[in-house]
Nanobody
Framework: QVQLVESGGGLVQAGGSLRLSCAASGRSFSISDYGMGWFRQVQGKERELVSAITWSGRSGESTFYADFVKGRFTISRDSAKNTAYLQMNTLRPEDTAIYYC??????????????????WGQGTQVIVSP
């Protein structure tokens, strides 16, 4: 069983930065073997993909960014710590949402819908004030 725990959310002014972390654990878990995704959800709206990275397969890994975060957010992972990150810069009030980390074993493609990820964290709230 894979467990994902997000942290790093909070309240920030517009233009500021936050770094979300997703600590992953599980029996023989190696984050390099998993595609990782960051989603966000606002109450009353569907969960949307923010950024994702494929597993580190033979041909390397690929990343995806939604248009609304390109140039502002960066996804990464630290294999030694089994942790994925979402660095969020130049935050805007419309970035306010609950952010979720997701994982799927050997996901070879991005973007991917929520249904393609089998493991989810509990979410972390991000609030960006004007």
């Amino acid at each position: 069983q894979v467990q994902l725990v997000e942290s790093g959310g909070g309240l920030v002014q517009a233009g500021g930065s936050l770094r979300l972390s997703c600590a992953a654990s599980g029996r023989s878990f190696s984050i390099s073997d998993y595609g990782m995704g960051w989603f966000r959800q606002v109450q009353g709206k569907e969960r949307e993909l923010v950024s994702a990275i494929t597993w580190s397969g033979r041909s390397g890994e690929s990343t995806f960014y939604a248009d609304f975060v390109k140039g502002r957010f960066t996804i990464s992972r630290d294999s030694a710590k089994n942790t994925a990150y979402l660095q969020m810069n130049t935050l805007r009030p419309e970035d306010t949402a609950i952010y979720y980390c997701a994982a799927e074993y050997r996901l070879p493609y991005v973007p991917a819908p929520p249904s393609d990820f089998g493991y989810w964290g509990q979410g972390t709230q991000v609030i960006v004030s004007p």
